[in-house]
């Protein structure tokens, strides 16, 4: 479920973030591309460190604060002006935003404890399918308040994970 509602807040945010740099913000493609490209190479340097930190502290302690502030970054995109902070904040936000899957994915095979590890991960990805409909409904919400109000939607939904986190050991 928690993996479900992150792909859901995700795509929405994902859909829209190009478009509003794009069109709201009329940034060239090249600088789009540097935004989004930027935000992916600090997935990649953050990806072992929070794997790291994950695998020597437990999933729950990257998890729980890594999917509020990936929320709350989405949230942030909603208000953030064009300048260095919306870069900041799109950086910021892909660091930690790339490492999430592969953590969620290792505490569900830890919660699996050697039993079905296929099928856990096959429904970690498969609940990925319930982003596929979040642009839909983002737009709709976009059309109809701005576009920053598609990152406003997925930044709630982002943080609907953490609660879940919550209650879980």
Do not use: N, W
Request: proline share 4%.
């Amino acid at each position: 479920l928690s993996t479900a509602l992150r792909s859901i807040g995700e795509s929405a945010v994902d859909g829209f973030l190009p478009k509003y740099l794009r069109e709201d913000l009329d940034f060239s493609p090249i600088r789009v591309a540097v935004y989004l490209s930027t935000a992916q190479v600090a997935g990649l340097i953050a990806q072992p460190v929070m794997g790291y930190v994950s695998d020597r502290f437990g999933r729950k302690v990257v998890l729980l604060p890594v999917v509020v502030v990936v929320g709350l970054l989405a949230l942030a995109l909603s208000v953030a002006g064009p300048g260095l902070s919306l870069l900041l904040i799109i950086v910021a936000k892909g660091a930690f935003k790339f490492s999430l899957h592969h953590i969620f994915i290792a505490a569900a095979i830890d919660a699996a404890r050697g039993q079905a590890q296929s099928t856990v991960v096959s429904l970690i990805y498969g609940a990925g399918f319930f982003g596929a409909f979040s642009p839909a409904i983002a737009g709709i919400i976009s059309d109809r308040y701005g576009t920053q109000s598609a990152f406003f939607y997925g930044g709630c939904v982002l943080l609907l994970p953490a609660f879940l986190l919550l209650m879980l050991k």
